[in-house]
């Protein structure tokens, strides 16, 4: 018995050491990460703490640094993995996820929403997997092709990407939907769709707005519409943004400084620790952490973009870049859907907010970042 | 094969040119949320904080202690009594249908208590107590307190009640306070009004409502989402509303009610020299306290259909036709105005008529009472004198001499809901009858009958006047607030240009009682004071300008009311006062009476 856990020991210790044995580990990044996610748990302590209230502030505290841990696990086994394993894996991932997506439409299960596939041991969603999983398909589909892609990789490229983005919208998680569909538009993007494309495609997604408004469900719609207007339903869907803002205007410069916000102690900030952690770090920290946490956003992604363009290969290039942007998007949509300029998606703060699945796609996505930077062109060339 | 085409350089190329535009683009997407969160955080800080504050910061009322009412010597009139109610805080309790269950066999609970637990509860939040049962008895406090260890979540708490020791005594006094409703929403100050349950609905509770409420207090304290008080701010202590001290004296409205045995009536007692109400009497009362937390239907309607009216508030409300009661006034003015002097007499045959008129104008006398001055003819209440009089001085000269004894106008004593009673003129009757003024009517005026009516504090108001030599003051039944005496309007000059006529009639008023022909003679037996008054008999029902005084009518009586107004000691008088008794037949005998109680009661107690 005692062999045996010694054994398990070592096998863990061997992974560990394997792992950061790397001698072309990029330390910046795995930096920035520990320190936007440090940052997200003095927050997640603070919103977790209801003034007036016997509870287990720590207990969250403890459940998402265990997150961070077994998502650190994966990262760095995924860093350790060639990106050429990755992308002779990804047509099966892209398979996989879209099956389990089929299997969600089919069976799932989820508050109001068909998002979740109970495994027995373990509740997931597919979508989160997709997220992965579609830009690792394009980049594969593109990387053997010669760039820029011609009409027909890009009808090609359209499906893959339509595919789960219904899907998804189906479950009903457009928001989720759209968030996957970006990820493999960048990939297209980032490979050179041409700038007449862009226009066109920009322009007549534009003029489809109407046609999307009516395939919207209504409470879509009133988000939607309490974002123009919030005191149309102050206490219903405009609750979460009128809250929101408040949290944030009355942070003012500096904050009211660690534990003393107001609107996430008192509850009445909803969501406090999960997409509206944000809200609750801009009420205690003020304009300045805000900044500050933009900032480290600002750096990892220019670090992913740079890890994409040294990558070696044009699959890792195109990866990259899209884990890259991506990340932006989920920054940018929950900035301006707490600040009160995006209607209420469920996006979360990268990092910050609490929540296991998006940490683990996070964390997993980091990986492969790590995986192409340790894998990049040598400065002397080929 | 198609490898080998690619040109490896010109895709890294591309790449990083779209890499650096996205970048550059992200880095001013990211630069927009910074902007957002710069107008949200600085440019609109101050209105965000605001909106925070009040998110957050709750202002709770505590209601002021009411102020006390006491009578002249310090009785306590109305207070605030301390009470206890169960209460019960749900969130505290698992099985509630359980707890209310052994809550009934411990202190017994109504179906309505119930029912008015459940429908608050329904309103309230879970965490904020909601009362079960008013009023706890000390065996309910005690046997509660025994088994207090089984009931957690329920509470005995202690609230204030307004109670009325005296009862039904005070009532048409003091009035009484009442549960705010939506028609008092309106006019009350929400603010000062956010923690109180209660308000004066009549009354002096009602008239002086703003001296006796006091000012609301605050405490500031800050609150969850969900309306739980996390912790106090700050706070600022009620101001306890005044304690008014009345110039009614207890004992004598005590000593007046008891006069009147079980007649129905009212009594006005008044010192004349500052205008001062020393008892304000309408019986039968009631008792107000159960006004206060809402009166049973059945019982309300016990009051409301009584046949002896004991919501009505004689006293300032009931209309009377003042009778002979009127003389001393009509006779003063013919002295004051020039009609008639002091020597002046009159044949009283029984019968009096206008010249070239048929109708005929009877004595209470049936064979009169011969020759007869102004002091006989209001000791012996001679109709004849008065008839001639009025019929002198115009229905014109009557309206403007009576007006300034106040009749014909509500008297502005603070008790207020008053009438004015009726002091008819030539425009009155034009207007509301469209009927021209016929001199007949001015006659039967002259002896308080006809269209002339008033209330019993009006003549009490007129008979005072009379007492403080023609100075009428404004009658009023605050003398202090807490230690503050009020001070006096100041009074006006004397109605009449001549003292020596106001003496004439005081004699004439003294006759009444002590001349061996006054008509109250009964009274003055063994009087240790001189009494000045008069007695009046009105018919009740007969308020037509009927000329022809139909004997047989009265006589089989629609009971006529009895009044009576008097003030002592004549020379300096202290007291002035009017009566009725409704249906009492004999001013001197009903009425009188009930008056010399009161006066001897009052100058024994305060000689």
């Known amino acids: 018995m005692k062999d045996d856990a010694y054994r398990r020991l070592e096998f863990i210790e061997r992974i560990w050491r394997r792992a950061t044995a790397n001698p072309r580990m990029d330390w910046l990044l795995l930096a920035l990460i520990h320190l936007a996610f440090g940052f997200g748990l003095v927050v997640l302590y603070s919103a977790a703490n209801l003034h007036g209230l016997d509870q287990q502030v720590l207990d969250p505290v403890i459940k998402q640094s265990l997150r961070f841990a077994l998502g650190l696990l994966i990262l760095l086994v995924v860093a350790r993995t060639p990106p050429q394993f990755l992308r002779a894996w990804s047509p099966w991932l892209y398979a996989l996820s879209l099956g389990l997506l089929l299997a969600v439409t089919a069976f799932g299960e989820g508050k109001g929403a068909h998002r979740w596939l109970d495994l027995g041991i373990l509740r997931f969603q597919p979508s989160e997997l997709m997220k992965l999983g579609l830009p690792m398909m394009l980049a594969w589909y593109l990387h053997a092709r010669s760039l820029p892609p011609n009409f027909k990789d890009l009808c090609v490229c359209a499906v893959l990407i339509a595919l789960p983005f219904f899907l998804i919208a189906e479950q009903p998680d457009l928001g989720t939907a759209l968030l996957v569909a970006v990820s493999g538009v960048f990939v297209v993007y980032l490979a050179g769709l041409s700038w007449r494309w862009i226009l066109a495609l920009s322009a007549s997604s534009l003029a489809l707005l109407p046609v999307l408004w009516q395939f919207m469900h209504e409470y879509q719609r009133n988000r939607v519409r309490v974002l123009i207007d919030p005191q149309a339903d102050p206490l219903g869907t405009g609750w979460n943004i009128i809250q929101s803002k408040i949290a944030v205007g009355s942070g003012g410069w500096f904050g009211k400084g660690w534990l003393k916000g107001t609107q996430s102690g008192l509850d009445f900030l909803p969501e406090h620790h999960t997409d509206f952690i944000g809200a609750v770090l801009a009420e205690e920290f003020g304009f300045v952490g805000i900044c500050a946490l933009l900032i480290i956003y600002l750096v990892i992604i220019a670090r992913g973009l740079k890890i994409a363009s040294d990558a070696r290969d044009s699959y890792s290039r195109l990866l990259a870049g899209s884990i890259a942007m991506t990340f932006f998007v989920y920054v940018a949509v929950n900035g301006g859907m707490i600040s009160g300029m995006l209607p209420v998606v469920g996006v979360p703060l990268p990092m910050v907010s609490y929540g296991g699945t998006a940490l683990v796609t996070l964390m997993a996505s980091f990986g492969i970042l790590l995986s192409i930077h340790a894998h990049r062109k040598s400065r002397k060339g080929r | 094969m198609r490898i080998a085409l690619r040109d490896a350089g010109a895709e890294v190329r591309l790449f990083r040119t779209r890499a650096l535009i996205g970048l550059l683009l992200m880095i001013l997407a990211l630069a927009l949320v910074a902007a957002r969160f710069f107008y949200l955080q600085v440019v609109q800080h101050r209105e965000f904080v605001g909106r925070a504050d009040s998110n957050r910061i709750k202002l709770q009322p505590i209601a002021p202690t009411r102020g006390r009412i006491l009578d002249r010597a310090g009785v306590v009139l109305a207070e605030n009594r301390s009470s206890y109610r169960l209460q019960i805080e749900r969130e505290e309790i698992r099985d509630l249908p359980d707890t209310l269950e052994r809550l009934g066999r411990l202190i017994e609970l109504t179906a309505d208590e119930l029912a008015a637990f459940k429908r608050l509860s329904g309103a309230t939040r879970r965490f904020i107590a909601v009362p079960l049962k008013f009023d706890l008895s000390e065996t309910d406090i005690a046997r509660f307190a025994l088994d207090r260890h089984l009931f957690p979540g329920v509470e005995v708490a202690p609230y204030d009640v307004r109670y009325y020791p005296l009862g039904a005594e005070m009532a048409h006094v003091l009035g009484y306070v009442g549960r705010i409703d939506e028609r008092d929403l309106g006019a009350l100050d929400a603010g000062q009004y956010a923690g109180s349950s209660h308000v004066g609905k009549l009354g002096l509770e009602q008239r002086y409502e703003s001296l006796l409420h006091g000012k609301v207090g605050f405490t500031q304290v800050e609150v969850n989402a969900q309306g739980r008080v996390l912790r106090t701010l700050s706070k600022r202590a009620p101001i306890?509303?005044?304690?008014?001290?009345?110039?009614?004296?207890?004992?004598?409205?005590?000593?007046?009610?008891?006069?009147?045995?079980?007649?129905?009536?009212?009594?006005?007692?008044?010192?004349?020299?500052?205008?001062?109400?020393?008892?304000?009497?309408?019986?039968?009362?009631?008792?107000?306290?159960?006004?206060?937390?809402?009166?049973?239907?059945?019982?309300?309607?016990?009051?409301?259909?009584?046949?002896?009216?004991?919501?009505?508030?004689?006293?300032?409300?009931?209309?009377?036709?003042?009778?002979?009661?009127?003389?001393?006034?009509?006779?003063?003015?013919?002295?004051?105005?020039?009609?008639?002097?002091?020597?002046?007499?009159?044949?009283?045959?029984?019968?009096?008529?206008?010249?070239?008129?048929?109708?005929?104008?009877?004595?209470?006398?049936?064979?009169?009472?011969?020759?007869?001055?102004?002091?006989?003819?209001?000791?012996?209440?001679?109709?004849?004198?008065?008839?001639?009089?009025?019929?002198?001085?115009?229905?014109?000269?009557?309206?403007?001499?009576?007006?300034?004894?106040?009749?014909?106008?509500?008297?502005?004593?603070?008790?207020?809901?008053?009438?004015?009673?009726?002091?008819?003129?030539?425009?009155?009757?034009?207007?509301?009858?469209?009927?021209?003024?016929?001199?007949?009517?001015?006659?039967?005026?002259?002896?308080?009958?006809?269209?002339?009516?008033?209330?019993?504090?009006?003549?009490?108001?007129?008979?005072?006047?009379?007492?403080?030599?023609?100075?009428?003051?404004?009658?009023?039944?605050?003398?202090?607030?807490?230690?503050?005496?009020?001070?006096?309007?100041?009074?006006?000059?004397?109605?009449?240009?001549?003292?020596?006529?106001?003496?004439?009639?005081?004699?004439?008023?003294?006759?009444?009682?002590?001349?061996?022909?006054?008509?109250?003679?009964?009274?003055?037996?063994?009087?240790?004071?001189?009494?000045?008054?008069?007695?009046?008999?009105?018919?009740?029902?007969?308020?037509?300008?009927?000329?022809?005084?139909?004997?047989?009518?009265?006589?089989?009586?629609?009971?006529?009311?009895?009044?009576?107004?008097?003030?002592?000691?004549?020379?300096?008088?202290?007291?002035?006062?009017?009566?009725?008794?409704?249906?009492?037949?004999?001013?001197?005998?009903?009425?009188?009476?009930?008056?010399?109680?009161?006066?001897?009661?009052?100058?024994?107690?305060?000689?």
Request: charge should be positive.
């Open chain 2, 240 to 607: 306890r509303g005044a304690d008014l001290h009345l110039s009614i004296d207890a004992e004598l409205q005590r000593e007046a009610i008891r006069a009147f045995g079980d007649v129905t009536g009212a009594l006005v007692a008044l010192d004349p020299r500052t205008g001062e109400v020393l008892c304000l009497v309408s019986v039968p009362g009631y008792d107000p306290n159960p006004f206060v937390n809402g009166i049973s239907r059945l019982d309300y309607a016990k009051l409301i259909n009584s046949v002896e009216r004991p919501l009505f508030n004689r006293a300032l409300r009931g209309v009377y036709e003042p009778g002979s009661t009127i003389k001393p006034f009509i006779g003063l003015g013919g002295l004051d105005l020039g009609l008639r002097t002091p020597d002046y007499r009159i044949y009283s045959s029984g019968v009096f008529r206008l010249p070239g008129r048929p109708e005929r104008y009877r004595d209470w006398k049936r064979s009169g009472h011969g020759s007869v001055d102004l002091t006989q003819a209001l000791a012996q209440s001679v109709n004849t004198y008065f008839y001639q009089l009025a019929f002198d001085m115009g229905i014109d000269r009557i309206h403007l001499w009576l007006a300034q004894f106040g009749f014909g106008a509500i008297t502005g004593v603070d008790v207020g809901n008053e009438v004015t009673g009726l002091l008819p003129s030539r425009e009155w009757k034009l207007r509301a009858r469209k009927q021209p003024w016929f001199p007949g009517e001015t006659v039967i005026t002259g002896i308080g009958q006809g269209f002339l009516t008033a209330t019993p504090i009006q003549l009490a108001v007129a008979t005072a006047t009379l007492a403080n030599g023609g100075v009428k003051r404004q009658p009023h039944v605050l003398r202090a607030i807490n230690e503050q005496a009020v001070v006096l309007a100041p009074a006006a000059g004397s109605i009449v240009s001549n003292q020596e006529h106001l003496n004439l009639v005081i004699t004439g008023m003294k006759a009444v009682v002590h001349d061996p022909k006054g008509s109250a003679r009964q009274l003055g037996i063994g009087i240790p004071y001189l009494m000045a008054a008069k007695t009046g008999t009105a018919q009740v029902y007969t308020r037509k300008a009927n000329t022809e005084y139909d004997e047989k009518r009265t006589a089989l009586a629609l009971r006529n009311n009895a009044l009576f107004i008097a003030f002592a000691p004549a020379e300096q008088p202290r007291i002035a006062l009017a009566v009725i008794v409704e249906h009492g037949s004999s001013g001197s005998k009903a009425a009188g009476p009930i008056a010399k109680q009161v006066l001897d009661f009052y100058l024994k107690r305060n000689p």
